[in-house]
């Protein structure tokens, strides 16, 4: 099992910055390439970046590229997106996840999940 839980999220008007933070405890972090994705109300839980075990590869949805970059610390067991330049549009619940699968980017490859933190931009 790994526990993830995320924090950071919080109201920011549009064009500002947020740093999400996700930290995982159990098994051995490093095993585990890494995903965030969110999901607004009334919509489906869309992917928006991934990075792999040794973070040396990583990926963004197109909405998110340029403005999202998302890191890992293995030594500390934390996954972190740093948002910028943010719209209204990316308002939504934040979700980091786990999994082995290499270069996964659909909800049904993670394997585990936190509890999500709300991001909300205001115009």
């Known amino acids: 099992q790994v526990q993830l839980v995320e924090s950071g999220g919080g109201l920011v008007q549009a064009g500002g910055s947020l740093r999400l933070s996700c930290a995982a405890s159990g098994r051995t972090f490093s095993n585990y390439h890494m995903g965030w994705f969110r999901q607004a109300p009334g919509k489906e839980r869309e992917f928006i970046a991934r990075i792999s075990w040794s973070a040396t590869r990583s990926n963004y949805a197109d909405s998110v590229k340029g403005r999202f970059t998302m890191s890992r610390d293995n030594a500390k067991n934390t996954a972190t997106l740093q948002m910028n330049s943010l719209k209204p549009e990316d308002t939504a619940v934040y979700y980091c996840?786990?999994?082995?699968?290499?270069?996964?980017?659909?909800?049904?490859?993670?394997?585990?999940w936190g509890q999500g933190t709300q991001v909300t931009v205001s115009s």
């Open positions: 996840a786990a999994t082995k699968v290499a270069a996964a980017e659909r909800v049904n490859q993670y394997d585990y």
